[in-house]
């Protein structure tokens, strides 16, 4: 079992014929996940690494048999395509998208949060690696395969390299992941640490969860109050990134600045401990909480 | 993008808030004339201009001249004066608060008002702040608005123009991509009407493809940081003097974190991002060297970026110009063994984890 992804998982590719798109569309396909279409406006009738090209979505929703339409999308569009392209994604009855595109404007991240919240649609990202579910050999997105193993620790993150190297050491180590989630780095993104706790507490293949957090925003302090406040009983485990990050300063990612004393490290360590979340202080340390914890 | 108060008046103007009429000049002889008393400011980015000498009043253009004269060229928190808004002064009964910003963790816009204006916002009490998000589907509803003016008491045409300002300064916030729009005071002048005496606004970078006309305030950055961001590298510099480049931004944060921990002190923040094109990598390097750190800590996770073409890329750009200072490096990942090998051959100190590196990189910037 896993979350979000799994042997039913089908994907569509927006943005297949662009070098990210074919480049991914072939490593998730050989991961073995069932791409079944991909679009790309003007080059409908084409075929990449084996997958028809569409022009519209709608087409390609038409064009497929109904058990073999797409029930995930993925978009590799740049960014000032990428809010039009999720609505119709969204319009022709897509409810899982993984937004990878990097840049796109916060007005247009607020909007397209609101219209999947009213469409009851899971949008990983924007800014995401994507989502894999290993042992389902489902993966949408572009995170290395090579590093995950099967298992039954859930991991949630806002980082892209950062996760490979917690999931990496975690696998080296023995602990394989259920799924594995990256939020995205974004100041505006769909899917929350909180849901995202929900979702693998309800899970029966994971016993327990992996945040990996850093600093901006409040996400991981909500998080924090939510394991209590939800009552979440499977162990949780934590790294934040950015202990000696300068306030003020914008760290790589949109979202990882500290404002006005808001945001901190310090303050994410403490709320999550405080939930009786354990912190690592150094990536390689998960391993050992989690084996302390019998895991 | 923190734009000028001046910048972020037009656009305040342009949305059609009342503001007091201004001009912005850059040498006292540039004041032509003034219709009335007008207050001189400083156009910094930063907060605290007017405990900074940075807000003047003159009642006469020789008096107006000689506060311009006083105000260009201060250097009020790090930021050199170079032009000031010469600009009608308005006579205030009250101040009042109004803003609209991006509230990361609701997705939402939020709207913040309060009677207690004229002072930062972070100081007011809680409960004197009214705030409400608004969804980005319906917009400010007429509720909403009639909801403030209770919550703040204002009188019913006082109410009636800060409704008006409100929805206006909704209409720009979403026509202008702005993470935050502000006034602080929003005046209420003796005679009841209501003007936007300051302006601040904050422009999402990402949406600047729609937006081309935008000057940006002097970047509150240093020119090496400047140099970085021309060439796309993200990079920032720090206080210590341990050079960090890895690839990622979780990851760079990460190894700055992990040398804190064993008493090192990173002096950037370099990510090199997911890009293993040599050419990019001897771009980076260069620009770590120009921050002259005495100790370089290098720290790759190859998942998607191949180990040894970024170690190709750094052997080159080390054997070609020298690295200027002692480089140790984890390398893990795709192709790490050939990585290792290569860079090596370089005459680079190579270490197996990231706490190991750090610990190395330490040690050494104590002794260097």
């Given amino acids: 079992m896993a979350i979000i992804l799994d042997r039913d998982t089908r994907v569509m590719v927006q943005g297949i014929t662009g070098h990210q798109g074919t480049q991914h569309t072939r490593a998730m396909k050989e991961f073995g996940t069932a791409v079944v279409a991909g679009v790309t406006p003007g080059k409908g009738g084409t075929s990449v690494e084996g997958v028809p090209v569409f022009n519209s979505i709608a087409e390609a929703m038409r064009g497929l048999p109904a058990g073999a339409r797409p029930n995930t999308w993925i978009c590799f569009v740049p960014a000032p395509f990428a809010k039009d392209a999720s609505y119709e994604a969204m319009e022709s009855g897509i409810r899982k998208l993984v937004i990878i595109t990097e840049h796109i404007p916060v007005q247009d991240a607020m909007q397209l949060m609101a219209y999947a919240d009213y469409k009851k649609a899971v949008v990983v990202g924007p800014n995401t690696p994507g989502v894999i579910s290993p042992g389902e050999r489902a993966k949408v997105g572009i995170m290395p395969a090579a590093v995950f193993r099967p298992g039954r620790i859930g991991v949630i993150s806002r980082s892209g390299t950062l996760t490979y190297e917690v999931v990496n050491s975690m696998s080296e180590a023995g602990f394989g992941q259920s799924t594995c989630i990256g939020l995205g780095g974004d100041p505006v993104v769909g899917t929350s640490f909180i849901e995202a706790l929900d979702m693998f507490n309800a899970d029966p293949g994971t016993d327990a969860m992996v945040m990996v957090g850093e600093i901006g925003g409040s996400a991981e302090e909500n998080a924090a109050e939510h394991i209590v406040s939800a009552g979440i009983r499977k162990p949780v485990f934590a790294y934040i990134a950015g202990r000696t990050a300068p306030p003020g300063r914008r760290m790589g990612h949109a979202g990882a600045i500290v404002l006005r004393g808001r945001g901190t490290a310090e303050s994410k360590v403490k709320a999550l401990t405080a939930a009786g979340v354990k912190v690592a202080r150094v990536p390689s340390e998960i391993s050992g909480l989690l084996k302390g914890a019998g895991l | ?368």
């Fill in chain 2, 1 to 368: 993008m923190k734009l000028m108060e001046a910048e972020g008046r037009e656009i305040l103007a342009r949305h059609g808030i009342p503001v007091p009429a201004g001009r912005v000049v850059s040498a006292p002889g540039e004041l032509d004339g003034i219709a009335g008393p007008v207050v001189v400011k400083a156009l910094v980015p930063v907060g605290g201009r007017g405990k900074a000498g940075g807000v003047k009043f003159a009642g006469t253009l020789e008096e107006a001249r000689a506060r311009v004269g006083e105000i260009i060229g201060l250097e009020i928190k790090g930021c050199r004066v170079r032009s000031v808004l010469v600009s009608e002064k308005v006579d205030i009964a009250r101040e009042l608060y109004l803003s609209i910003s991006v509230d990361r963790d609701a997705g939402m816009a939020l709207l913040m008002a309060s009677a207690l204006g004229g002072m930062d916002i972070e100081s007011v009490p809680e409960e004197k702040i009214y705030r409400r998000y608004i969804n980005p589907l319906i917009g400010l509803q007429s509720y909403q608005l009639r909801d403030l003016a209770g919550h703040l008491a204002l009188e019913k045409p006082v109410g009636q123009q800060v409704s008006d300002i409100a929805r206006k300064l909704y209409s720009a916030f979403v026509a202008e991509d702005a993470e935050l729009l502000e006034i602080n005071p929003l005046a209420v002048m003796p005679g009841g009407k209501v003007v936007a005496a300051d302006a601040k606004a904050v422009i999402d970078d990402d949406s600047l493809f729609r937006h081309p006309g935008h000057r940006e305030v002097e970047p509150d950055i240093t020119p090496l940081e400047q140099e970085a961001r021309e060439r796309g590298i993200s990079f920032v510099q720090l206080d210590g003097n341990i050079g960090v480049i890895a690839n990622g931004a979780g990851l760079t944060m990460a190894t700055l974190d992990a040398l804190g921990l064993v008493g090192g002190n990173g002096g950037t923040f370099l990510d090199l991002g997911g890009t293993d094109d040599p050419e990019k990598v001897k771009q980076a390097f260069r620009i770590l060297k120009k921050a002259r750190p005495k100790v370089i800590l290098m720290n790759i996770f190859g998942g998607i970026t191949r180990c040894d073409t970024v170690a190709t890329g750094v052997h080159e750009v080390v054997r070609s110009e020298g690295a200027g200072a002692p480089v140790v490096a984890r390398i893990k990942g795709w192709y790490e063994e050939r990585a290792r090998e290569i860079l090596k051959d370089a005459g680079l100190i190579t270490a197996t984890t990231m706490e190991e590196a750090a610990r190395k990189a330490a040690e050494l910037s104590r002794e260097a």
